[in-house]
């Protein structure tokens, strides 16, 4: 989510990451689902605004489906645990998580600017 801040701006920087906070570690340290993952969800709807037009919500969901689907193959899993085995010792400092929170956002970006809330977010601007 903070990733996706800078990208598309919307003045709430502090309180984004606020909220994306808890989801570090796989929901609070549980290595459950990754941050990345649902912080990627939660991103498409804070780019799409508190209120999308008709049938922007079916299409946050798509969105956040073709998301998660690309992300867990080029991750090798959604579960942090999971990844995070994967990752092993190349992980040190977290240098991979943080290489696969700019990928997440990368291509945040680009389904974005691939559908209509290109268009919606620009014209808000």
């Not at 999971?82 to 992980?91: A, D, P, S, V, Y």
């Amino acid at each position: 989510m903070l990733a996706m801040s800078d990208v598309y701006p919307n003045g709430a920087k502090a309180e984004i990451a606020g909220v994306a906070s808890g989801l570090c570690g796989g929901m609070g340290n549980k290595k459950a689902t990754c941050g990345v993952f649902t912080g990627g969800a939660a991103a498409l709807g804070l780019v799409a605004g508190k209120a999308p037009q008709k049938g922007g919500n079916k299409q946050i969901r798509e969105l956040a489906s073709r998301y998660h689907e690309t992300l867990e193959q080029e991750a090798g899993g959604q579960i942090c645990e999971e990844i995070l085995k994967q990752m092993g010792i190349r992980n040190l400092n977290k240098r991979l998580c943080r290489k696969l929170t700019r990928r997440g956002s990368e291509l945040l970006a680009q389904l974005i600017e691939q559908s209509e809330l290109s268009t919606r977010t620009n014209s808000d601007k």
